[in-house]
């Protein structure tokens, strides 16, 4: 150890001879840790950035200089260090930053970065003549020792917690260890190692206790700093279990900073699983490390798991002094992280790695890492590590492999399918692509982007300044930017903010449970349909498959659909045609007759859309020149809602959940079945959560294959939307039209109203329930259904959607008091016991794959021998495991195509 000047305690800072064989402080045990210190003067006459940049060595050895082992030391056989660092371009441009590198441990012998610290165990082990080699881990540091110890033929005992994953352990046996599997946590396994390895003499690995393993570990954070030409990024992001790995790569920094190779510190953020959060905790609290007692740790990145970081001191020492931060992340964006990393950069990472990058991305959200800023994510193993939890990720996102027989037909047929996954064609016309930016020119238009929908930040700040003389229903074409979730609560010259809605509080529900509904009335046309037709016309116009200036746009729709479609239309200036069914509240037609060139009424009323589609194929037939947006199959409804829904609830969750919440769900009536595609969205960001659909119990096509005549308007047919993803839903639910027409009145009418502030709801809660209409009562009912069959609790929260608002059903209300009379006290309070707190768990079902699959096929009566689509396509449906998500891929290249549209506009 020519180069080492001393042990030096992180508790009191007593340094030792380089000589001692200490492990720890002898005046601070177990918690005073030493940590190595060198001569730089010495070791920068020995090394510099041309002499590594020089060598032929791509190995951890190359930076031996900086090594407590002596110049000339053995070293394994085995090839340790050298990983490659990878330019993921794909991800930061997704992030919306400079740069992100992914370092890539996995590519380790034993996949893992613990092979750095092994390595170095095992040299000095041999230094010392030890016989044995011992340490306890949660299966990478166990397997890098197993590995590193069997090239050199090193006797070595291993402690690992008995739920490691099995491929862990099966590294293990292979290579020849003796295992002890610790019916207990790591915590327990580590205790015991401590024991054995003082009682037997054992020469002790232990990350936080051996000095030494820091030293291993740093050198991949060397190796970071060197490929960057030794020109730091701004941010490194590791995840945290033991600290030892953080603490490592603080080590190199403070190395290179010593020797001057670098000018600056990059930050440091430490990631942790938020069922083993120690550090942030302390963290965000300022509690000592030395005296926080331990937590209990529970998550699926089982590397990380640590009641009581052992390396905890170092651990915070790293962010603290580079000015960087503590985040954690919940299991269900850690297992949604694996996949979306390995599409991005290419690298499989096990749970624990991918925490880093989760860690990345909430640090983006939270503004730590500004746009003009460089990261790298440290992914410390390889997903071949636990992969069971890459297929828990996988599955997540309903990725599965595409299944052929042996022979070239069948294969053609599946590559054939693969083809036609573009379910919205972008096939661009030129001609009448021309003819089409002509319109707008004329019209003075430009059409937003999915990313400025989802993301008003994003939208021009000349928009912003014409929308503020401009009403939010008004018939002006800069409106198409008001399609969002965003828009400010007012009726004209509004901004844009936070996602709008309200919570539903127990008094109501009756629930424990949080109940989250986003408010639709603040969109043009008073109700989020608008962006549902947005996302049907968008794609056909910017690809000169639609020309407004010469075809009618024809909206079949039970209302709200119809209604968006004619008003969109009207700001681009080209003919409509609403088709619904003339059972629809007064107020929907009344405002029609003013924006739509023509309005269709067919029989019937929600329950009757066969009636739409027959209208629809006898128009086809007219002869007119027409373009029918049909929204039970159009899959622009599908990814508007994807892509722009279920990012708004998901922002909305990150404002309202706090430490040990859990999202539970999403709760949706199916019309269209386009809304519910956020909650597709919303189980790819939390794996564990469920996605409900509703129906009206009077028409039970999902439950029971039934039929029937119901009164939630712009919900449920005798059919199953071609655009609803079954396979991915998980609970049916029928509700009682009954509770929702009776509910608006108890929330519209006074007597209600009155009723309610008896029962302690609040003027403020009272006042935001005209917000529902009657679908978005029966959102909110399927909510408190659901809370009461799974018994949630108050750390469980729910979303679901306010359609629209009682705007559109004032007609509605004057019916029914003139059916039932004034509503009184003694209604009142019959309708809020009955159908609030009387609400039971009847008529719901939880879905297996044998029903799921029962009601995707009923879509073959629908649309395979009524309506022209395939058996093939509604085979591909199903067994097609990368049909929905392609679908879902498409917002980025119809926004690049908005964007060339914009572009030839000017």
Not at 798 to 820: F, H, K, P, W
Request: aromatic share 8%; charged share 20%.
């Amino acid at each position: 150890m020519s180069n080492v000047t001393g042990l030096v305690c992180v508790v009191c800072g007593t340094s030792y001879p380089p000589e001692s064989p200490l492990y720890v402080c002898p005046d601070h045990g177990n918690e005073g840790i030493l940590d190595v210190a060198y001569d730089y003067e010495r070791v920068g006459e020995q090394v510099s950035k041309e002499s590594l940049a020089s060598s032929g060595d791509r190995t951890m050895w190359r930076y031996r200089a900086l090594m407590p082992i002596a110049p000339d030391a053995a070293v394994p056989p085995l090839t340790v260090g050298g990983t490659p660092m990878y330019d993921a371009g794909d991800i930061a441009a997704s992030l919306g930053i400079g740069k992100v590198w992914v370092k890539d441990e996995g590519r380790q012998p034993t996949a893992s970065l613990k092979d750095r610290a092994s390595a170095m165990a095992i040299v000095k082990a041999r230094e010392q003549g030890a016989e044995v080699v011992t340490t306890a881990s949660t299966g990478n540091a166990a397997a890098a020792l197993a590995g590193l110890s069997a090239s050199v033929g090193q006797k070595n005992v291993i402690f690992v917690p008995a739920s490691a994953p099995e491929a862990k352990i099966a590294q293990l046996l292979a290579y020849g260890s003796t295992v002890a599997l610790v019916d207990g946590s790591y915590g327990d396994a580590f205790d015991l190692c401590m024991e054995a390895a003082k009682e037997y003499g054992w020469y002790n690995r232990n990350t936080g206790f051996n000095p030494y393993m820091t030293e291993g570990k740093k050198t991949a954070g060397l190796e970071i700093l060197e490929d960057l030409g030794w020109d730091p990024p701004d941010a490194i992001f590791v995840s945290v279990g033991d600290g030892s790995i953080i603490g490592g790569v603080h080590k190199a920094v403070k190395d290179a900073l010593a020797l001057g190779w670098i000018d600056h510190a990059p930050r440091i953020y430490g990631i942790q699983a938020a069922g083993s959060d120690y550090l942030v905790q302390a963290f965000e609290s300022g509690e000592d490390v030395l005296t926080k007692p331990p937590i209990a740790a529970d998550t699926v990145a089982d590397s990380i798991s640590a009641d009581l970081p052992r390396d905890r001191i170092k651990a915070m020492a790293a962010v603290v002094d580079t000015a960087g931060a503590y985040l954690r992340v919940d299991d269900d964006a850690i297992l949604g992280a694996i996949p979306t990393l390995a599409r991005g950069s290419g690298v499989f990472a096990e749970p624990a790695a991918a925490v880093a990058y989760a860690g990345l991305v909430v640090a983006v959200d939270q503004g730590l890492v500004r746009p003009d800023e460089t990261a790298v994510v440290l992914a410390t193993g390889s997903g071949l590590k636990d992969v069971s939890s890459a297929m828990k990720a996988v599955a997540a996102i309903g990725t599965e492999p595409m299944r052929v027989s042996p022979n070239l037909d069948s294969l053609k047929a599946a590559l054939e399918r693969c083809k036609e996954r573009e379910m919205i064609d972008l096939t661009v016309n030129d001609a009448v692509l021309e003819a089409a930016v002509n319109q707008a020119r004329d019209r003075k238009f430009r059409i937003p982007t999915f990313k400025q929908m989802r993301d008003p930040s994003l939208i021009p700040d000349d928009v912003k300044e014409q929308l503020k003389s401009v009403g939010l229903w008004d018939l002006d074409p800069i409106n198409l930017f008001r399609i969002s979730w965003h828009n400010e609560q007012t009726e004209t010259g509004g901004g844009f903010g936070g996602v709008n809605y309200f919570e539903i509080p127990p008094e109501i529900s009756g629930v424990a449970a949080r109940i989250i509904i986003l408010e639709g009335k603040w969109f043009p046309t008073g109700a989020h349909k608008v962006g549902a037709a947005f996302g049907c016309l968008a794609p056909r116009l910017v690809t000169g498959q639609f020309n407004p200036a010469t075809q009618k746009a024809v909206w079949p729709s039970t209302g709200n659909y119809c209604r968006g479609g004619a008003y969109d239309s009207n700001l681009l200036g080209c003919e409509s045609i609403a088709i619904l069914p003339e059972g629809m509240s007064a107020e929907r037609f009344s405002w029609l007759e003013s924006v739509a060139g023509e309005i269709i009424k067919t029989p019937g009323t929600e329950s009757n859309v066969k009636e739409i589609f027959d209208k629809c194929n006898e128009l086809r037939a007219s002869g007119q020149d027409l373009v029918i947006f049909n929204q039970f199959d159009e899959f622009g409804n599908y990814l508007w809602h994807y892509s722009v829904t279920g990012p708004a609830m998901e922002e909305v969750l990150k404002e309202v959940m706090g430490e040990g919440d859990r999202f539970a769900g999403v709760m949706l009536t199916t019309g269209s079945a386009g809304t519910i595609a956020s909650g597709d969205y919303l189980k790819q960001k939390f794996p564990t959560s469920k996605i409900a659909a509703g129906e009206a119990v009077q028409c039970p096509t999902m439950l029971y294959n039934g039929f029937g005549e119901h009164r939630i308007e712009g919900i449920g047919d005798k059919h199953i939307p071609w655009i609803h993803n079954v396979r991915n839903t998980d609970v049916a639910m029928g509700l009682d039209d009954e509770s929702s027409v009776s509910l608006i009145r108890l929330f519209n009418e006074p007597a209600g109203r009155a009723y309610l502030a008896d029962q302690g709801v609040s003027d403020d809660v009272i006042d935001k329930l005209p917000l529902l209409g009657i679908s978005g009562v029966g959102n909110m009912l399927m909510a408190i259904k659901f809370a009461k069959y799974y018994e949630l609790t108050g750390n469980d929260v729910i979303v679901t959607v306010g359609t629209d608002s009682m705007e559109m059903y004032q007609s509605r209300l004057g019916e029914l008091n003139a059916e039932r009379g004034e509503l009184s006290e003694l209604d009142a309070a019959a309708t809020y016991h009955r159908h609030l707190l009387g609400q039971g768990i009847d008529h719901v079902q939880e879905l297996g794959y044998y029903d799921r699959k029962r009601i995707h096929n009923l879509k073959y009566y629908t649309w395979v021998e009524q309506q022209g689509k395939t058996y093939d396509e509604i085979q591909a449906q199903w067994y097609d495991p990368e049909y929905w998500t392609s679908i879902q891929a498409m917002a980025d290249p119809i926004d690049e195509l908005i964007e060339a549209f914009n572009a030839k506009v000017g």
